[in-house]
């Protein structure tokens, strides 16, 4: 008995220094730079484009970033040559449904798009405990959780879960429980066209006041120009939806001077018009003129907010449409970067190929400054410094 009980001994002592040396390895690896070099680099800035550019990685953050001959590779990097290709910032869609699943996120992260921001909690609960898991995935879109909806009557059709507000009390206890329980920003409903109560601007602004001293953001619904007044007013950080009437010159100058973020989601009204429930006949003119004064625009699809389907993957479509509405390449790539972390709260950590950012990067045959499809011809996908598609 003495014996068998040395030999286990024994077994599980090797087993642990088995698992010791696989850990020691695992990271050793980690902090192995991984360096990428030779391709076109479109940070997301803005910036002009450098061509044969060098980016390093250290855990998962960019370390080092420019040209070739200003960029020192660290010894002992993995070093992968571009050949070439683009280096982008992984695109942001910042509004989608139904991404608490794990076959949707790894489309996404594979096509190119590492964050996604889901604005309706599904399923309405123990949502967050769920986006946590599934953030544990590198393979994974990351996952950004608005929670329940808060409204004081509209709610659309299919919605999973409303949280129901009509005095400013409410909102603040509401808002300050959302946020307690894991949200990582709130969605309030500004809709005054279907018949149903409409919030108040005390109300909204009492929801914007109480994430905002949290550090949080606020997106607000609407689909009319008259309800973007209100989103003004209370100071909300991106509107959720291009307006469906034509919007008033006087009224886009007051979006852009209030530095709102404008998330236009052409997909889903595009969606709703082929099948004659709703006209897109004022979508790109009012998207080309906000654009034109000067507007911060997020890339948005509202995937999975309609019953037609929608493009998994890198929105092409939506790129497209906002293309022809008469956005740049380059300010495309900025709305889909720099602008959809913005409005994700993720600005200071995501967007942008800049030094000390979290490595989510887009590698792609061809420039797509010159050709927007360059965008689906993926050659490698990084997301947190782990190469999730090569």
Not at 19 to 29: D, K, Y
């Given at each position: ?7 286990k001994l024994l077994?599980l002592s090797l087993i642990?220094l088995m ?11 980690g ?6 070099r030779?391709?076109?680099l479109?940070?997301?800035?803005g910036?002009?484009?450098i ?5 390093v990685?250290i855990?998962?953050?960019i ?5 070739k001959?200003?960029v020192?590779?660290?010894?002992n990097?993995r070093?992968i ?6 280096i982008l ?6 509004h989608?449904?139904?991404a608490y ?6 489309v996404?992260?594979e096509?190119g798009?590492?964050?996604v921001?889901?604005l309706?909690?599904y399923?309405p609960?123990?949502s967050?405990?769920m986006?946590d ?5 590198p393979?994974n879109?990351r ?7 808060m409204?004081a009557?509209f709610?659309p ?7 129901f507000?009509y005095?400013v ?13 894991g949200?990582?920003?709130?969605k309030i409903?500004?809709?005054s066209?279907?018949?149903?109560q ?6 909204a602004?009492?929801i914007?006041?109480?994430?905002h001293r949290?550090?949080k953001k606020v997106?607000?619904?609407i ?6 007044e209100?989103?003004?007013n209370?100071?909300?950080?991106d509107?959720?939806h291009m307006a469906l009437?034509?919007v008033?010159n006087?009224?886009?100058k007051k979006?852009?001077d ?12 595009k969606?709703?018009?082929s099948?004659?429930i709703l006209?897109d006949?004022?979508l ?14 997020a890339l948005g699809t509202?995937y999975?907010?309609g019953p037609?389907?929608f493009?998994l993957?890198?929105?092409m ?5 906002m293309h ?8 495309i790539i900025i709305?889909a970067?720099k602008n959809?972390a913005?409005?994700c709260?993720?600005g200071?950590?995501l967007g942008?190929l800049?030094?000390?950012k979290i490595s989510?990067i887009?590698i ?5 400054l ?9 050659k490698?996908v990084i997301?947190?410094g782990?190469i999730?598609k090569?």
């Open positions: 008995m003495k014996k068998k009980t040395q030999c077994g642990g698992m010791f040396s696989i850990a020691q390895s695992a990271s050793a690896e902090k192995q730079p991984l360096v990428l030779g391709g076109v479109i940070d997301g800035t910036s002009s484009p061509e044969d550019a060098v980016v990685i855990n998962g953050r370390v080092e970033i420019g040209p001959t200003k020192k590779i660290p010894a990097s070093v040559d571009v050949n070439g290709g683009s910032p992984g695109f942001i869609n910042a989608v449904h139904r699943n794990p076959y949707r996120l790894q996404w992260a096509s798009v590492t964050t921001r889901d309706a909690a399923p609960h123990s967050y405990e986006r898991n599934l953030n544990k995935d393979g879109a996952l950004v959780a608005a929670g329940p909806q409204t009557g709610v059709r299919g919605y999973p879960s409303s949280v507000v005095t009390e409410q909102a603040r206890a509401e808002s300050e429980r959302i946020l307690r329980e949200a990582d920003l709130l409903m500004l809709e066209n279907w018949g149903n409409v919030m108040s601007e005390e109300v602004r009492a914007v006041e109480t994430a949290q550090g997106s607000a619904h689909s009319l120009s008259r309800d973007i209100t989103a003004v209370v100071g909300v950080d509107l959720a009437d034509k008033p006087e009224l886009i979006v852009v209030a530095g709102i973020y404008w998330t236009p989601t052409i997909e889903v009204w969606g709703f018009a099948q004659g006209p006949t004022y790109l003119d009012n998207l080309g003129r906000f654009a034109k004064a000067g507007g911060k625009v509202d999975g907010g037609f389907p493009e993957g890198m929105p479509k939506e790129i497209q449409w022809e509405a008469g956005m740049s390449p380059s300010n709305s970067t959809a913005e409005v709260g993720l200071s950590e942008t800049e030094w000390g989510d887009l792609i045959d061809g420039n797509p010159k050709d927007l499809t360059n965008l689906t011809k993926v490698l997301k947190g782990v999730i090569e």
